[in-house]
C-alpha cells in the first residue's frame, strides 16, 4: 500500500476534525439552536467518511471486523447523513420557520434515512469476499446486490448535489449579507465538485456495464473533488457562522489596543472599586469590557483635576501645529496627563462647586486620546505651545 495514498485524505481530515473541535464549545452551549445543532453534526459526518476512506482505515477495518468491505456501508452512510444535513440547512436559511418548511425536512430526513438502512441491507445480501481498498465501486460493479448498494450512495449523492446547486443559484441574487454570500460561493463551488466526483463514479460504473475499463477515473479522478467537496461545504456551512464572529473579534481587539495608551496612563490611580481578576486567557470581549470600565472610572477620578482652561489652549495649539483633525486627541492627551499629575500631588485644578466639562468631552473621543498618547513628543510639543500660550496671556 503507497503512502502516497494517505496524503490527500491527511489535510482535510484534519481541517475537518479541527472545525469539528472548535464547534464544540459552541454546541455545548447552544445545542438547542437548529443551526448549531446541524453544522455540528454536518462536520461530525463529514470527518467520518473521511476517516473511513482512509486507505490505511479501510484495511483496519477489514483486519479488525473480519467482514471484508464494511468501510463501504459506513463510509456511505455518513456520506449520505451529511447530504442530509447539508440540504436541510439550506432549506432553514433559504425559508422562515414555517410548519411547512419544518414538513419538508422531517421528509428529507425520512427519505435518507430510508437510504441509509437500503445501503445495509444491500450490503448484507451482497456477495463482496474479496476486500478492495481503491476500487470497491468498480471491482462489484456487475455483482447483484452490490451494483444496487454502489448506485443507491452515488444517486443519492448526486441528487442533493443537484438540489443543493439549484437552490443555491437560485437563491445567490437575493443574498445581502456579505458572510452569508461568501459561504454560499463555497458551497456552490463544493457541490459542483460533488457533481464532478458522481460523473466520474457513474461514467466508470457504466464503463463497466459495458464492458470497458474505465476504472481509472473512479480511483484516481474521482477521489480528489470528493475531498474538495468534503474540505468545501465544511468552509462553506461554518463561514456564515464564524465569520460576524470573527468580524466583532477583529473590531474588538483593534479597539482594545487603541485604548491601551490610555489606559495605561490612567491605570497609575486607584481604582474607584475592587478590580476583578481577568486574566490574559479571558475572552477578549471581557477584557475590553474590562479596560473601558477602568478608563471610565479613571475620567470620574480626574474629574475635579480636568483643567478646561488647558484643553481649550491645547485644542488651538494642537490645531495650529497638527490641523484640526488632530485637536481634540492632542488636547485631551495633554489634559489628561495634565491631570494625573495633580490628582498624584493632590492639586486640584477646578473648583469642586463648577465640575469642568473636559471629562463629558474626553468620554466622545477616547481613541482619539489614547491614539494621541503612543506620540508623547507630539503631545509634549502641544503642551508646551499651550503652556507658553497661557504664559503669554498672564504676562499681557
Not at 453544522?39 to 467518511?49: F, G, K, Q, S, Y
Not at 476517516?51 to 464494511?70: F, K
Not at 474540505?231 to 477583529?250: D, E, H, M, N, S
Not at 503612543?374 to 504664559?391: L, N
Request: contains cysteine; proline residues 7%.
Amino acid at each position: 500500500m503507497s503512502p502516497h495514498f494517505h496524503i490527500p485524505y491527511a489535510v482535510p481530515t484534519v481541517l475537518l476534525a479541527i472545525a469539528l473541535v472548535s464547534r464544540a464549545p459552541t454546541f455545548l452551549r447552544a445545542w438547542r439552536d437548529p443551526e448549531v445543532r446541524a453544522t455540528t453534526l454536518l462536520l461530525l459526518w463529514a470527518t467520518a467518511v473521511l476517516v473511513v476512506i482512509t486507505p490505511a482505515n479501510i484495511d483496519r477495518l477489514n483486519r479488525l471486523t473480519g467482514v471484508p468491505n464494511i468501510a463501504s456501508p459506513w463510509a456511505y452512510s455518513f456520506l449520505t447523513a451529511s447530504c442530509a444535513t447539508g440540504l436541510a440547512m439550506i432549506i432553514r436559511w433559504r425559508e422562515a420557520p414555517s410548519p411547512r418548511r419544518q414538513r419538508t425536512i422531517r421528509r428529507l430526513y425520512g427519505a435518507y434515512a430510508g437510504v441509509v438502512v437500503a445501503l445495509w441491507a444491500t450490503f448484507a445480501l451482497a456477495d463482496a469476499p474479496v476486500p478492495r481498498i481503491y476500487d470497491l465501486d468498480t471491482y462489484y460493479a456487475d455483482t447483484p446486490w452490490m451494483r444496487e448498494h454502489i448506485l443507491l450512495y452515488l444517486l443519492a449523492h448526486l441528487a442533493s448535489c443537484v438540489v443543493s446547486t439549484r437552490l443555491l443559484a437560485k437563491w445567490f441574487p437575493q443574498i445581502a449579507h456579505p458572510w452569508l454570500k461568501a459561504g454560499v460561493v463555497f458551497l456552490q463551488i463544493g457541490f459542483s465538485s460533488g457533481l464532478v466526483y458522481d460523473a466520474a463514479k457513474l461514467t466508470a460504473v457504466t464503463a463497466r456495464w459495458c464492458g470497458t475499463d474505465w476504472d481509472v477515473l473512479s480511483t484516481r479522478a474521482a477521489p480528489p473533488f470528493a475531498l474538495a467537496q468534503a474540505a468545501l461545504l465544511a468552509v462553506g456551512f461554518i463561514v456564515p457562522q464564524a465569520g460576524p464572529a470573527l468580524t466583532a473579534w477583529v473590531r474588538d481587539r483593534a479597539e482594545y489596543r487603541r485604548l491601551r495608551p490610555l489606559w495605561r496612563t490612567v491605570k497609575v490611580l486607584a481604582p474607584a472599586s475592587a478590580k476583578a481578576r481577568i486574566g490574559f486567557w479571558s475572552p477578549l470581549d471581557l477584557r475590553l469590557l474590562q479596560r473601558r470600565q477602568r478608563i471610565h472610572d479613571a475620567l470620574r477620578l480626574l474629574a475635579c483635576h480636568l483643567d478646561h482652561g488647558l484643553y481649550a489652549r491645547a485644542g488651538r495649539a494642537a490645531a495650529a501645529l497638527h490641523g484640526e483633525d488632530a485637536a481634540d486627541g492632542l488636547a485631551g492627551a495633554v489634559t489628561v496627563l495634565a491631570a494625573v499629575a495633580a490628582c498624584r500631588e493632590g492639586t486640584p485644578a477646578a473648583p469642586a462647586d463648577r465640575p469642568p466639562r473636559t471629562a463629558v468631552d474626553l468620554s466622545d473621543h477616547l481613541d482619539a486620546v489614547s491614539l494621541a498618547l503612543r506620540h508623547p513628543r507630539t503631545v509634549d510639543g502641544v503642551r508646551r505651545r499651550a503652556t507658553s500660550t497661557e504664559s503669554l496671556n498672564v504676562h499681557v
